[in-house]
């Protein structure tokens, strides 16, 4: 059983470019979250998709956007690209668990993303 | 509200106990812990839901304080498979179902032969 896929594994942009990020969520999960890790930091929360739409949002500007498809994956969209926005982007999915909130979640490997 | 991790760093020798502590300004709907090691994705350790429940997973427990708005995570004779970065995430409630979870900066676990 594959685990939670991310593509590209790396990525060189420029500022003011956009960029397309890539999940496949693992078998059997529905539910699909967003991350930005700056080096040295905590996975900070991006947003949430389920039954594509997205259902949470963290703290980031609509230069981030998201998209989840039929079969749950989903692609992160950052448009006018910022230095600041140099960063891994995991991406984790996680199971119906029939509590409210967040349950446990399987992390992607992530996608690099470097902007110049 | 980012949660506060501590300590920092903590270096151990294989068999030696740790405590990670995390807190909270916030009023939790749950806490979780993750540990990551270098390269590597975040690996799901252990949820907590408010009820000041404790858990347990072979060698590594956590317990929750509701009221204090505080979790603990403790290793146990610590393995050298044990080493990385721990992270504990804080999830709150909104109100309306609109739940964040928000991690701390982590505590970087090394253990030494």
């Known amino acids: 059983d594959a685990g939670v896929t991310q593509s590209p594994t790396h990525l060189i942009k420029t500022r003011g470019q956009q960029v397309t990020l890539r999940c496949s969520p693992k078998?059997?999960?529905?539910?699909v979250s967003w991350y930005q890790q700056a080096l040295g930091q905590g996975p900070q929360f991006i947003f949430q998709?389920?039954?594509?739409?997205?259902?949470q949002r963290g703290n980031f500007p609509d230069r981030f956007s998201g998209h989840q498809f039929p079969n749950y994956s989903s692609e992160l969209n950052v448009n006018a690209l910022l230095l600041g926005d140099s960063a891994l982007y995991l991406c984790?999915?996680?199971?119906?668990?029939?509590?409210?909130?967040?349950?446990?979640?399987?992390f992607g490997p992530g996608t690099r993303l470097l902007v110049l | 509200q980012q949660p506060v991790q501590s300590p920092q760093a903590v270096i151990l020798r294989e068999g030696e106990d740790a405590v990670i502590n995390c807190s909270s300004s916030?009023?939790?709907?749950?806490v979780h812990w993750y540990r990551q090691k270098h390269g590597e994705a975040p690996v799901f350790l252990m949820i907590?839901?408010?009820?000041?429940e404790q858990k347990g997973h072979d060698k590594i427990s956590a317990s929750f304080n509701e009221k204090k708005q505080q979790s603990s995570l403790y290793l146990t004779a610590s393995q050298l498979s044990y080493s990385g970065t721990y992270f504990c995430?804080?999830?709150?409630?909104?109100?309306?179902?609109?739940?964040?979870?928000?991690f701390g900066k982590g505590t970087l676990l090394t253990v030494n032969p």
């Open positions: 916030k009023a939790l709907y749950s």
């Open positions: 984790a999915s996680s199971f119906p668990h029939g509590l409210a909130g967040f349950g446990t979640q399987y």
């Open positions: 078998s059997g999960h529905d539910t």
């Open positions: 995430g804080t999830e709150t409630d909104s109100g309306g179902s609109n739940y964040k979870l928000t």
């Open positions: 907590l839901l408010k009820g000041g």
């Open positions: 998709y389920y039954e594509e739409e997205e259902r």
